[in-house]
């Protein structure tokens, strides 16, 4: 009963925290609604405000879990913000073409992304577990899941319901993993039907902080075999990073989204 007590507090803090935030920032708009915001391809005014609510929601509420998976959740939240505004005039997808890139002496704002992030992951991940073989690999969990779910994010939609789904079975660990896992989908949850009806969008941002939340909670509640389960499943994926983006592009949409959603 504490342990299902400590998830719904978790799950509910996460979502308050992150329709509160994503609120304040609709109507402070710092800087101006025109940073905030972009056109969607039905000239649609899409805000960006809940990739930062959601990022700072889901920091707050894995610090309380576990502060290094909170620093974790926050960095990758940093990191997906820096692309959201030094690489939003940049049509390179993946990370193989911002590898590319830096090969050519280019440091683009993908590759400050991709070695922040794994540096964060990295680091949480030593923190979390005690064995070096299993810090690598909760390592290599956190940043991998944090790329996957922005690797994901293509249409309305879709970034949020892949972490519902996939911090679902999450809930059935005990202790810290299943915290964490419902702090993840409380953001989620609140960011979904604004997400969907093309009025707000998590951008990199809010991506990267939530599957990296995710990372976190697999790191602190597997065994040593779910954590190498997770780290192949996880690398491969990103590896593979443009055919994951094609699969979730092609799933089926309904007229008012069909298009392209603004975070591609």
């Known amino acids: 009963m504490i342990d299902k007590a400590r998830r719904t ?7 308050v925290l992150t329709r509160a935030g994503t609120a304040a920032l609709r109507a402070a ?5 025109a940073r ?35 620093l974790a959740v926050l960095a990758a939240g940093a990191c997906g913000a820096y692309d959201d505004v030094a690489g939003a005039g940049d049509p390179r997808r993946g990370f193989r073409a911002h590898l590319a890139a830096l090969r050519d002496g280019e440091v683009t704002s ?9 540096a964060a992951g990295l680091a949480a991940g030593a923190l979390l577990r005690e064995r070096p073989l299993d810090k690598v690999l909760a390592g290599a969990v956190i940043a991998s899941a944090a790329h996957c779910v922005n690797l994901v994010d293509v249409r309305p939609g879709r970034a949020a319901a892949a972490v519902l789904a996939l911090g679902a079975p999450g809930l ?28 707000t969008m998590l951008g990199d941002t809010g991506a990267h902080a939530l599957g990296a939340a995710l990372g976190t909670a697999v790191a602190a509640g597997s065994g040593r075999a779910g954590l190498v389960a997770h780290a192949v499943a996880l690398v491969a994926a990103t590896v593979w990073g443009e055919r994951v983006s094609a699969v979730a592009r092609a799933g089926r949409r309904s ?4 298009g392209t959603h603004p975070c591609e």
């Open 110 to 118: 993908g590759a400050v992304k991709l070695f922040g992030v794994s």
């Open 172 to 199: 059935l660990r005990e202790g810290a993993g299943a915290e964490l896992a419902a702090t993840a989908l409380g953001a989620a949850a609140a960011v979904l039907p604004d997400d969907l009806g093309e009025r």
């Open 36 to 70: 905030w915001e972009r056109k969607n391809h039905a000239g649609r005014a899409v805000g960006l405000y809940a990739g930062p609510a959601s990022a700072l929601a889901v920091a707050v509420g894995a610090g309380r879990v576990r502060p290094a998976a909170g």
């Open 29 to 33: 708009a710092p800087g101006g609604r």
């Open 255 to 258: 007229p008012a989204t069909t």
């Open 9 to 15: 507090g978790a799950f509910v803090l996460a979502a």
